[in-house]
């Protein structure tokens, strides 16, 4: 009975959520962003997460200019979805209200280059391309085990090796990706004009300033400071205050 009544409070709060999704979505068609907004964050306070929520929350937040939590929301709906068009195509936009203009610097080091090469797919996607040349193997192996042609046999054999080389690559890709994104602590500027201090203190020097919406890497962390590096391979440090990490 205890089952039962858990998987009964489960939808019953599955429905009331998807409920005040359709409710937000409404109001959002309606034009009053405010209180799609409100909606969409009691989703989340809810613990009920989904990249259809994020990506509609940062819609919203986009429709009234706040940047910041536009571009917050659309990358925590690329950390659920990666391969999502819409929501890499709805960041792009809101990456223009962005002050900040952040180049990225040349790979350098084997490891950056290598990254650069296989980082452009999420680990999730070179799992799949490993199943996908797995199911490859398969049908070479059952072409070649039942044609009777040499040659044809040949090519099979030649398939067979291929998809295995593939598959190998795929989950070396895929290890290695899933190794490099775990060490990055990624994080968006809340604050709408940010001090990055050249030491972890109030009265260190500027080493520079960033504003709302610009996204940094958090490298270390030292009580209320925070180093962070930025795209172009600056560094400094940050109040905690001023960001928000996206891993959290």
């Known amino acids: 009975m205890k089952n039962l009544a858990y998987i009964l409070l489960f939808f019953t ?43 509609n929350l940062g819609n919203a ?16 709906a690329l950390l659920l979805k990666p391969n999502d ?59 070649y085990y039942f044609v009777g042609s040499t040659a044809l046999k040949r090519v099979f054999f030649a398939g067979i090796f291929v998809s295995l080389l593939i598959i190998v690559i795929s989950i070396i890709s895929a290890v290695f990706v899933k190794t490099q994104e775990s060490k990055m602590r990624p994080a968006i500027v809340f604050s709408e004009v940010a001090s990055v201090k050249s030491e972890p203190l109030t009265n260190a020097p500027d080493a520079f300033i960033l504003h709302e919406g610009s996204k940094v890497n958090v490298v270390e962390v030292l009580g209320k400071w925070k180093k ?13 205050a001023d960001i928000k990490e996206l891993k959290n």
Not at 63 to 76: F, S
Not at 110 to 119: A, E, H, P, Q, R
Request: glycine share 8%.
């Open 13 to 55: 709060q599955l429905m009331a959520a998807q409920s005040v999704f359709d409710k937000g979505n409404e109001q959002y068609r309606e034009g009053n962003y405010q209180a799609a907004v409100q909606n969409y964050e009691s989703i989340l306070k809810e613990g009920k997460e989904s990249a259809e929520v994020y990506f």
């Open 61 to 76: 937040y986009y429709k009234l200019n706040e940047v910041a939590p536009a571009i917050y929301n659309y990358e925590k």
């Open 85 to 143: 068009k819409d929501v890499k195509i709805n960041l792009g936009y809101a990456h223009k209200m962005v002050i900040d203009d952040i180049k990225e610097v040349p790979k350098v080091g084997f490891t950056k280059l290598f990254y650069g090469m296989v980082g452009t797919y999420h680990y999730d996607t070179w799992a799949w391309i490993a199943v996908a040349f797995a199911f490859g193997v398969l049908l070479f192996f059952i072409g």
């Open 228 to 240: 962070i590096e930025l795209a172009d391979e600056t560094t400094g440090w940050i109040s905690d």
